[in-house]
Each structure stands twice: as structure tokens, then as C-alpha cells.
């Protein structure tokens, strides 16, 4: 490593603070609040300094206290830590080697030279604190790295901490250490990433706690959760957290490694795809895996790509599940008809051109298209029309919908492997549709949008253009 990221405890200590710059106040602020008394040496203080010294810290230990003169020497008496934020490396070079005469810990502020420690970036969900560190080398990279973690922890995570903080005692003199133990605290864990702590928390916490030599729960538990279109950027925060909280993970063929990179590494991942025209995981063998594994206690991940709620045949899994009394979640995704939407910067409900809009399967169980579509409801040229795997059956698409009344020139939209860096578009009309899908492929999965919403795209030069000859 780098460096040995260690948090130290500054309740009730002495930290020097040399400078009254904007830079210094941050870091000043930032001690106090960790419980330490700052003494700040500044001959004049930064608008934000001169602000934040009286009003001193909300933390009750912490506190700021000011000399309107520079640092001696003597400041160092008796300090844990010192920070200096010196203009001229030989201000710097005099405070680094005064405070390591004086056998304390030094950095100055934006001078790498003269630091024997750094602070990363924070995330504070104190009692719960993640600190990022880039060695220097990229502060910029530890801030988006801070970001991204912040999503990912709840705000509650604060609350459930705590309430671990004060139960921690009675929980050790309940529980025998070992298996019973670990148990117990696991346990813990799911509450904490399932919802915030209310009234009764505690005491079901405690409860929990009371019947903590009972064997662990028979049944697992099972969380349908949506992929989305295959960008990873694009996942809810409920659909990463599930994730990371997976014992085993049953994914679809098209959900992308991105996403399958922001699960927990222990997980076991099983690929369970259906795909058309290959050779497929049948349904009834997924149905019976879930089973399986949520009866040995397993907590399951079923992912799909877009939203399990949409083509994703999430009714037969859940109706399987909960005839055998399994717990089952539902984390919604974006459905593949929204991600289209915006790769276009279309509204498919554009006021001007449709005033509503479906999503429709492309195929049925025979690989044709489905028996029973209303055609004269899906010619209606005011609404836009969405086909979900109709790339195989676009042709008889085509023809079905103007046989059905609607015009050859109304305007037509081929998406493959949307948000993917492979993706691929093409622009046309109903009577090029056929064609469209030639020059796109059949190889990936395909998008197809039918209606006026997507004639203004046909000027956008990054679309494969035909025009019909009907």
C-alpha cells in the first residue's frame, strides 16, 4: 500500500493550525469536529474562518480557539497534530521541521514535501466514516470515488450505527461468540441496508437478540432486480445494494460484465439467459434453482436485464416463489423502451405527435409474433408503439401494421444493444423496416419504435437513413 490509512481519535486533544486561509478554516472545522480543541495561529483570517471561530463546532467536545499572531515554537507544547498552510516553501520547510523536532505529526497544506500525512476524501456517516486516498496523485479521483460510495450507503447508515454503538455490550453478554454471534450481526446488516430505524428497531434488535440460539431461518430469500439496457451508470442504488448483498446471483444472457463487476465478489454467479435461436436455461429449471437455494438459507439475486416487470417473465418466477412461501423483492431497472427514449432525446409521448404509447412483445413462445395483437390499435398513428425482440419478425410486423391502415412513411427507429459500446441505430420508415433490420443485423438484440415521434431524428446524421421505395 501506499500509505497506512489509520483514524485516529482527537476528542479533547491539542491540534495546531497555522494560516487563516480558506484552506486552513476547512481543515480546522473538519478537527473540531472530530472532538479536538484547534488552536489557531493567523495574524488575519479568511471570511469563512472569521465566521466559523465563534460559532466554534456543533460537536460538544470540540473547539476553536484563536491567537492573532503567528505560530512559535511553543505552539507545538503538547500537540497531537499540526497543519500549516504556508505560502513559501521556506515557511513550509521551517513549520515541517519545527513540528518534527518537537515529535509531532505534520502536513502542510498542498505541499506533498512536507506532509508525513494526508487527508483523503470522506464519507460520514459517523459512527461509520470512509476515508479515500490517491496518494496525492489525483485529489480529483479520490472526490468521484467519494461520490460514487456515497450512493451507495443510506443516510440511515448513521442511525444503525449507532444504535450497534450502544447495544454492542448487551449483544456480547447475550450471544456466545462464534456461528450465534455472527448470525445475530448479519442479521443486523440486512435491517440496516432494508430501511431506516424507527421506534421499534431497538426493540425488535433485542428481541432478535433474546432468541439468538434458535437456529437461523430455514428459507432464504429471493430479489428480482433490473439490469437496465446494460450500462452499469444506469442501475438504481436499490439494484446495487441487492447486489452487494447477494449470496448467489441468477442473471439473464444480456445483462452486461459492468454490471455483474458492482456485485459482491463472494457471490456465486450462475447464468441462467434465455436468448432466441440458442440453446436456453429452461424456465422451469430456473424456477426449481430458486428454490433450491433460497430453501438452504441462500439470499438470491435474480437479474434481468431492463425491468424484471416488463417481458421479463417476473410474474411466473414470483408465482412460483410465493406458492412455496418464499420472501420475494422486487428492485425495479429502466426498461429498454426508456433507455431508448433517451439515447435518442426522444419523448415518446411528444404532445405534438402521440398521446400515448405502448410497449409490446416482438414474439411469442414460438419465436413468431404473438396470436392475438390488436392491429388496428397498434396502427393508431397518434400513438407510439415500442416492439420488444422483434427483430425476427419485422418484416411480417411491417406488413401487419399497414395492412392495418398505417402509412408506409410513418417513421421507424432500429435500436441494438442499447447503451452498449457496440450499439447500432438506423432510421427509417415502415416500408424500409424490413430492410432496416438487414443492415442492422440479427445478432444482438433490437429496439423497434414505430410512430411520428421519430421523424425529427431523421436530420440527426448519426442514424443509417432509408426511405421507403413502396
Not at 22 to 38: M, Q, S, T
Not at 57 to 64: I, K, W
Not at 103 to 108: R, S
Not at 330 to 357: E, F, K, N, W
Request: glycine share 8%.
Amino acid at each position: 500500500m501506499a500509505k497506512l490509512p489509520v483514524f485516529w481519535a482527537l476528542e479533547g486533544r491539542r491540534v495546531i493550525v497555522a494560516g487563516g486561509s480558506e484552506a486552513a478554516a476547512w481543515k480546522a472545522e473538519l478537527l473540531a469536529a472530530c472532538g479536538a480543541h484547534v488552536h489557531v495561529h493567523a495574524a488575519s483570517l479568511s471570511e469563512t474562518f472569521a465566521t466559523l471561530i465563534p460559532r466554534g463546532t456543533d460537536h460538544p467536545q470540540g473547539c476553536l480557539i484563536h491567537y492573532h499572531t503567528e505560530w512559535t515554537a511553543a505552539a507545538f507544547e503538547g500537540a497531537t497534530l499540526a497543519i500549516g498552510d504556508c505560502e513559501t516553501e521556506t515557511e513550509a520547510q521551517a513549520f515541517f521541521d519545527t513540528a518534527r523536532e518537537m515529535g509531532v505529526p505534520v502536513n502542510v497544506i498542498d505541499k506533498p514535501a512536507f506532509c508525513q500525512f494526508q487527508f483523503g476524501s470522506i464519507v460520514n456517516r459517523s459512527p461509520v466514516v470512509v476515508s479515500i486516498s490517491t496518494d496525492g496523485a489525483a485529489p480529483i479521483l479520490a472526490q468521484a470515488i467519494r461520490r460514487k460510495i456515497e450512493t451507495l450507503l443510506p443516510l440511515s447508515l448513521r442511525g444503525w450505527a449507532e444504535m450497534a454503538q450502544r447495544l454492542r455490550e448487551t449483544i456480547n453478554d447475550r450471544l456466545q461468540p462464534g456461528p450465534q454471534r455472527r448470525a445475530f450481526w448479519e442479521r443486523f446488516v440486512d435491517r440496516a441496508f432494508r430501511a431506516a430505524p424507527d421506534a421499534s428497531s431497538e426493540a425488535a434488535v433485542l428481541d432478535d437478540a433474546m432468541h439468538g440460539a434458535a437456529p437461523a431461518q430455514d428459507r432464504g430469500q429471493v430479489t428480482l432486480v433490473g439490469a437496465g439496457p446494460g450500462d452499469a451508470e444506469l442501475l438504481t442504488l436499490k439494484a446495487v445494494r441487492a447486489l452487494q448483498a447477494a449470496d448467489v446471483i441468477l442473471f439473464d444472457d444480456l445483462v452486461s460484465d459492468e454490471v455483474l463487476e458492482l456485485a459482491r465478489r463472494e457471490a456465486k454467479r450462475m447464468l441462467v439467459g434465455k436468448r432466441g435461436g440458442r440453446e436456453s436455461c429452461r424456465q422451469d429449471d430456473i424456477n426449481d434453482m430458486m428454490l433450491t437455494l433460497t430453501k438452504a438459507g441462500k439470499r438470491v439475486v435474480r437479474l434481468k436485464s431492463g425491468d424484471p416487470m416488463i417481458f421479463g417473465r417476473a410474474g411466473e418466477e414470483i408465482a412460483c416463489l410465493q406458492d412455496a412461501g418464499i420472501s420475494v423483492d422486487v428492485v425495479p431497472g429502466i426498461t429498454a423502451a426508456c433507455a431508448m427514449a433517451s439515447r435518442l432525446g426522444i419523448s415518446l409521448t411528444h404532445r405534438d405527435h402521440a398521446q400515448s404509447v405502448r410497449f409490446v412483445t416482438g414474439h411469442s413462445r414460438k419465436g413468431v409474433l404473438p396470436d392475438h395483437l390488436d392491429w388496428a390499435g397498434l396502427a393508431d398513428p397518434h400513438t407510439t408503439t415500442i416492439y420488444y425482440m422483434a427483430g425476427r419478425t419485422a418484416r411480417e410486423l411491417a406488413e401487419k401494421l399497414q395492412d392495418a391502415g398505417l402509412s408506409a412513411n410513418t417513421p421507424v427507429a432500429i435500436v441494438q444493444s442499447l447503451t452498449r459500446e457496440n450499439e447500432k441505430r438506423w432510421l427509417g420508415n415502415l416500408g424500409s423496416l424490413s430492410a432496416g433490420m438487414r443492415d442492422i443485423g440479427f445478432d444482438q438484440p433490437v429496439l423497434v419504435g414505430v410512430g411520428a415521434v421519430f421523424h425529427d431524428q431523421m436530420r440527426h446524421t448519426d442514424f443509417r437513413i432509408a426511405q421507403s421505395h413502396c
